[in-house]
Protein backbone atom coordinates (compact mmCIF):
# COMPACT_ATOMS: atom_id res chain seq x y z
CA UNK A 1 0.00 0.00 0.00
CA UNK A 2 1.49 3.51 -0.76
CA UNK A 3 1.81 5.96 1.33
CA UNK A 4 0.32 9.03 0.97
CA UNK A 5 1.04 12.74 2.55
CA UNK A 6 -1.61 12.72 5.09
CA UNK A 7 -0.31 8.89 6.28
CA UNK A 8 3.26 9.94 5.82
CA UNK A 9 2.45 12.72 8.15
CA UNK A 10 0.73 10.80 10.90
CA UNK A 11 3.84 8.18 10.95
CA UNK A 12 6.08 10.70 11.66
CA UNK A 13 4.44 12.62 14.64
CA UNK A 14 3.73 9.56 16.13
CA UNK A 15 7.44 8.57 15.68
CA UNK A 16 8.08 11.71 17.30
CA UNK A 17 5.65 11.40 20.14
CA UNK A 18 7.45 7.81 21.13
CA UNK A 19 11.02 9.17 20.60
CA UNK A 20 10.14 12.13 22.71
CA UNK A 21 8.76 9.86 25.16
CA UNK A 22 11.62 7.82 25.60
CA UNK A 23 13.95 10.37 26.06
CA UNK A 24 11.93 12.12 28.79
CA UNK A 25 12.11 8.53 30.52
CA UNK A 26 15.77 8.51 30.21
CA UNK A 27 16.05 12.09 31.82
CA UNK A 28 13.61 11.08 34.66
CA UNK A 29 15.79 7.96 35.44
CA UNK A 30 19.06 9.92 35.55
CA UNK A 31 17.97 11.43 38.59
CA UNK A 32 15.72 8.91 40.40
CA UNK A 33 17.92 7.00 43.53
CA UNK A 34 15.76 3.95 43.78
CA UNK A 35 17.12 1.13 41.62
CA UNK A 36 13.90 -0.27 40.86
CA UNK A 37 12.02 2.48 39.66
CA UNK A 38 14.92 3.51 37.40
CA UNK A 39 15.37 0.07 36.05
CA UNK A 40 11.19 0.48 34.95
CA UNK A 41 11.34 3.31 33.67
CA UNK A 42 13.99 2.37 31.20
CA UNK A 43 12.46 -0.76 30.61
CA UNK A 44 9.31 1.62 29.29
CA UNK A 45 11.96 3.46 27.54
CA UNK A 46 12.98 0.63 25.77
CA UNK A 47 9.49 -0.53 24.73
CA UNK A 48 8.89 3.32 23.12
CA UNK A 49 11.85 2.85 21.31
CA UNK A 50 10.62 -0.29 20.03
CA UNK A 51 7.36 1.40 18.84
CA UNK A 52 9.56 4.22 17.05
CA UNK A 53 11.10 1.48 14.88
CA UNK A 54 7.98 0.11 14.02
CA UNK A 55 6.69 3.38 12.79
CA UNK A 56 10.09 4.10 11.01
CA UNK A 57 10.21 0.81 9.02
CA UNK A 58 6.78 2.37 7.44
CA UNK A 59 7.89 6.08 6.95
CA UNK A 60 11.27 5.09 6.16
CA UNK A 61 12.66 8.61 7.33
CA UNK A 62 14.35 9.41 10.83
CA UNK A 63 12.49 12.48 13.18
CA UNK A 64 13.43 14.86 15.40
CA UNK A 65 12.23 14.51 19.59
CA UNK A 66 9.92 18.06 20.70
CA UNK A 67 13.11 19.11 22.54
CA UNK A 68 10.35 21.64 24.40
CA UNK A 69 8.07 18.68 25.63
CA UNK A 70 11.80 16.87 27.01
CA UNK A 71 12.61 19.90 28.90
CA UNK A 72 8.79 20.68 30.08
CA UNK A 73 8.14 17.27 31.45
CA UNK A 74 11.63 16.82 32.71
CA UNK A 75 11.52 19.65 35.12
CA UNK A 76 7.90 19.04 35.82
CA UNK A 77 9.07 16.05 37.34
CA UNK A 78 11.63 17.16 39.74
CA UNK A 79 8.77 19.72 41.07
CA UNK A 80 5.57 17.08 41.31
CA UNK A 81 7.38 13.85 41.63
CA UNK A 82 8.10 11.73 38.07
CA UNK A 83 4.55 9.26 39.08
CA UNK A 84 2.70 11.97 38.37
CA UNK A 85 4.44 13.31 35.58
CA UNK A 86 4.72 10.05 33.86
CA UNK A 87 0.93 9.63 34.32
CA UNK A 88 0.04 12.71 32.91
CA UNK A 89 2.30 12.49 29.79
CA UNK A 90 1.09 8.53 28.98
CA UNK A 91 -2.37 10.23 28.86
CA UNK A 92 -1.74 12.90 26.76
CA UNK A 93 1.12 12.98 24.43
CA UNK A 94 0.32 9.95 22.26
CA UNK A 95 -2.78 9.23 23.00
CA UNK A 96 -4.87 11.40 21.06
CA UNK A 97 -2.60 10.59 18.20
CA UNK A 98 -3.45 6.46 18.42
CA UNK A 99 -6.84 7.68 18.85
CA UNK A 100 -7.53 10.25 16.12
CA UNK A 101 -5.12 8.03 14.09
CA UNK A 102 -6.17 4.61 14.46
CA UNK A 103 -8.25 4.76 11.34
CA UNK A 104 -8.55 1.67 8.46
CA UNK A 105 -5.80 3.05 6.78
CA UNK A 106 -3.31 3.65 9.02
CA UNK A 107 -4.20 0.08 10.53
CA UNK A 108 -4.01 -1.37 6.51
CA UNK A 109 -0.57 0.18 6.56
CA UNK A 110 0.63 -1.08 9.44
CA UNK A 111 -0.54 -4.22 10.63
CA UNK A 112 1.61 -4.31 14.03
CA UNK A 113 -0.65 -1.33 15.24
CA UNK A 114 -2.67 -3.35 17.25
CA UNK A 115 0.22 -4.70 19.09
CA UNK A 116 1.82 -1.51 19.28
CA UNK A 117 -1.44 0.10 21.43
CA UNK A 118 -2.21 -3.28 22.98
CA UNK A 119 1.14 -2.46 24.59
CA UNK A 120 0.66 1.29 25.35
CA UNK A 121 -2.85 0.78 27.09
CA UNK A 122 -1.75 -2.13 29.47
CA UNK A 123 1.83 -3.50 29.40
CA UNK A 124 3.29 0.39 29.97
CA UNK A 125 0.35 0.97 32.43
CA UNK A 126 1.76 -2.06 34.26
CA UNK A 127 4.92 -1.43 34.73
CA UNK A 128 3.93 2.37 35.74
CA UNK A 129 2.13 0.95 38.52
CA UNK A 130 5.12 -1.01 39.58
CA UNK A 131 6.89 2.77 40.21
CA UNK A 132 7.23 3.32 44.18
CA UNK A 133 7.86 6.94 44.67
CA UNK A 134 8.45 8.20 48.26
CA UNK A 135 6.02 11.66 48.50
CA UNK A 136 3.07 9.09 47.16
CA UNK A 137 3.59 6.97 50.35
CA UNK A 138 3.00 9.95 52.43
CA UNK A 139 -0.08 11.21 50.74
CA UNK A 140 -2.38 10.44 53.82
CA UNK A 141 0.37 13.04 55.86
CA UNK A 142 -0.23 15.39 52.89
CA UNK A 143 -4.06 15.43 52.94
CA UNK A 144 -4.06 15.91 56.66
CA UNK A 145 -1.85 18.60 56.56
CA UNK A 146 -3.30 20.39 53.57
CA UNK A 147 -7.15 19.40 54.66
CA UNK A 148 -6.69 20.63 58.08
CA UNK A 149 -4.98 24.04 56.80
CA UNK A 150 -7.63 24.78 54.50
CA UNK A 151 -10.73 24.18 57.33
CA UNK A 152 -9.40 25.81 60.10
CA UNK A 153 -7.23 28.46 58.60
CA UNK A 154 -9.84 30.05 56.08
CA UNK A 155 -12.19 29.32 58.88
CA UNK A 156 -10.02 31.57 61.38
CA UNK A 157 -9.36 34.40 58.57
CA UNK A 158 -12.82 34.53 57.63
CA UNK A 159 -13.82 34.92 60.95
CA UNK A 160 -11.19 37.58 61.64
CA UNK A 161 -11.88 39.53 58.29
CA UNK A 162 -15.13 40.98 59.99
CA UNK A 163 -14.05 40.56 63.17
CA UNK A 164 -11.20 43.17 62.72
CA UNK A 165 -11.69 44.77 59.40
CA UNK A 166 -7.76 45.69 59.05
CA UNK A 167 -5.20 43.59 56.95
CA UNK A 168 -2.53 44.10 59.03
CA UNK A 169 -4.16 43.17 62.42
CA UNK A 170 -5.56 40.18 60.06
CA UNK A 171 -2.10 39.30 59.04
CA UNK A 172 -0.89 39.52 62.41
CA UNK A 173 -3.11 37.11 64.08
CA UNK A 174 -3.36 34.87 60.61
CA UNK A 175 1.05 34.51 60.95
CA UNK A 176 0.54 33.89 64.78
CA UNK A 177 -2.07 31.02 64.26
CA UNK A 178 -0.91 29.76 61.21
CA UNK A 179 2.87 29.21 62.70
CA UNK A 180 1.39 27.74 65.82
CA UNK A 181 -0.72 25.20 64.15
CA UNK A 182 1.74 24.17 61.76
CA UNK A 183 4.09 23.45 64.41
CA UNK A 184 1.26 21.50 66.47
CA UNK A 185 0.11 20.17 63.49
CA UNK A 186 3.44 18.62 62.74
CA UNK A 187 4.32 17.36 66.29
CA UNK A 188 0.73 15.91 66.47
CA UNK A 189 1.21 14.19 63.48
CA UNK A 190 4.66 13.13 64.64
CA UNK A 191 3.63 11.76 67.88
CA UNK A 192 0.51 10.27 66.37
CA UNK A 193 2.79 7.98 63.42
CA UNK A 194 5.59 7.25 66.86
CA UNK A 195 2.75 5.58 68.81
CA UNK A 196 1.65 3.50 66.14
CA UNK A 197 5.54 2.43 65.65
CA UNK A 198 5.62 4.22 62.15
CA UNK A 199 9.97 4.30 61.65
CA UNK A 200 9.40 7.00 59.44
CA UNK A 201 7.45 9.14 61.74
CA UNK A 202 9.73 11.99 60.99
CA UNK A 203 8.75 11.88 56.90
CA UNK A 204 5.20 11.91 58.29
CA UNK A 205 5.55 14.55 60.14
CA UNK A 206 7.66 16.89 57.63
CA UNK A 207 5.04 16.44 54.55
CA UNK A 208 2.07 16.90 57.09
CA UNK A 209 3.82 20.07 58.21
CA UNK A 210 5.47 21.53 54.83
CA UNK A 211 1.90 21.35 53.49
CA UNK A 212 0.42 22.43 56.27
CA UNK A 213 2.30 25.94 56.19
CA UNK A 214 2.41 26.34 52.32
CA UNK A 215 -1.35 26.40 52.51
CA UNK A 216 -0.97 29.03 55.46
CA UNK A 217 1.63 30.97 53.34
CA UNK A 218 -0.44 31.14 49.89
CA UNK A 219 -3.85 32.53 51.74
CA UNK A 220 -2.42 34.97 54.15
CA UNK A 221 -0.60 36.62 50.88
CA UNK A 222 -3.48 38.72 49.86
CA UNK A 223 -4.34 40.12 53.33
CA UNK A 224 -0.09 40.91 53.12
CA UNK A 225 -0.05 42.23 49.76
CA UNK A 226 -3.13 44.53 49.33
CA UNK A 227 -3.89 47.99 51.53
CA UNK A 228 -5.00 47.85 54.65
CA UNK A 229 -8.56 48.96 54.57
CA UNK A 230 -9.11 45.85 51.85
CA UNK A 231 -10.31 43.06 53.91
CA UNK A 232 -13.50 42.28 52.18
CA UNK A 233 -11.51 41.90 48.82
CA UNK A 234 -8.84 39.82 50.68
CA UNK A 235 -11.28 37.60 52.14
CA UNK A 236 -12.74 36.98 48.30
CA UNK A 237 -9.33 36.79 46.85
CA UNK A 238 -8.47 34.02 50.18
CA UNK A 239 -11.39 32.41 49.09
CA UNK A 240 -10.78 31.75 45.54
CA UNK A 241 -7.45 30.57 46.05
CA UNK A 242 -8.88 27.77 48.31
CA UNK A 243 -10.63 26.66 45.58
CA UNK A 244 -7.67 26.69 43.64
CA UNK A 245 -5.60 24.76 45.91
CA UNK A 246 -8.28 22.44 46.16
CA UNK A 247 -8.48 21.79 42.77
CA UNK A 248 -4.60 21.58 42.14
CA UNK A 249 -3.90 19.19 45.11
CA UNK A 250 -7.14 16.52 44.21
CA UNK A 251 -6.10 16.67 40.47
CA UNK A 252 -2.73 16.07 41.24
CA UNK A 253 -3.97 12.69 43.73
CA UNK A 254 -6.54 11.87 40.94
CA UNK A 255 -4.13 11.67 38.48
CA UNK A 256 -1.03 10.08 40.75
CA UNK A 257 -3.19 7.47 42.15
CA UNK A 258 -6.36 7.20 39.79
CA UNK A 259 -8.91 8.24 42.00
CA UNK A 260 -12.17 10.18 41.59
CA UNK A 261 -11.29 14.02 41.07
CA UNK A 262 -15.04 15.52 40.80
CA UNK A 263 -15.63 13.63 44.23
CA UNK A 264 -12.59 14.47 46.04
CA UNK A 265 -12.75 18.27 44.77
CA UNK A 266 -16.47 18.70 45.72
CA UNK A 267 -15.71 17.17 49.19
CA UNK A 268 -13.07 19.63 50.21
CA UNK A 269 -14.50 22.21 48.70
CA UNK A 270 -18.02 21.87 50.44
CA UNK A 271 -16.23 21.28 53.71
CA UNK A 272 -13.64 24.37 53.65
CA UNK A 273 -16.34 26.87 52.21
CA UNK A 274 -19.12 25.97 55.24
CA UNK A 275 -16.75 26.34 57.74
CA UNK A 276 -15.54 29.69 56.28
CA UNK A 277 -18.77 30.86 56.22
CA UNK A 278 -19.83 29.52 60.04
CA UNK A 279 -16.66 31.73 61.04
CA UNK A 280 -17.70 34.83 58.96
CA UNK A 281 -20.92 34.96 60.90
CA UNK A 282 -19.07 34.09 64.26
CA UNK A 283 -16.92 37.22 63.64
CA UNK A 284 -19.56 39.36 62.55
CA UNK A 285 -21.58 38.11 65.57
CA UNK A 286 -18.74 38.65 67.88
CA UNK A 287 -17.80 42.29 66.72
CA UNK A 288 -21.45 43.00 67.36
CA UNK A 289 -22.33 41.68 70.49
CA UNK A 290 -19.14 42.41 72.63
CA UNK A 291 -18.87 45.77 71.05
CA UNK A 292 -15.10 45.63 69.84
CA UNK A 293 -14.38 48.38 67.53
CA UNK A 294 -10.78 47.21 66.66
Given at each position: MAINDRMLKVLKALQKSELTEKLIYINIAKYIKDDKNRETLLRIAEEEQKHYDIWKKYSKVDVEPSKLQIFFYTCLAKIFGYTFVIKKMENSLNRSLYNDSADDELKELVPEIETIQKAELVHEQKMIELLDEERLQYVGSMVLGLNDALV???????????????????????????ISATLSMTSSEFLSARSEGDKNAKKSAFYTGIAYLLTVVILILPYLLLPDNMYSLSLMIMLVLVIMIIAAFNYYISVAKNLSFKKRFAEMSLISLSVAAVSFVIGLLVKKFLGIDV
Open positions: EFTGSLAGYSFAMQSNKLISLAGLITG
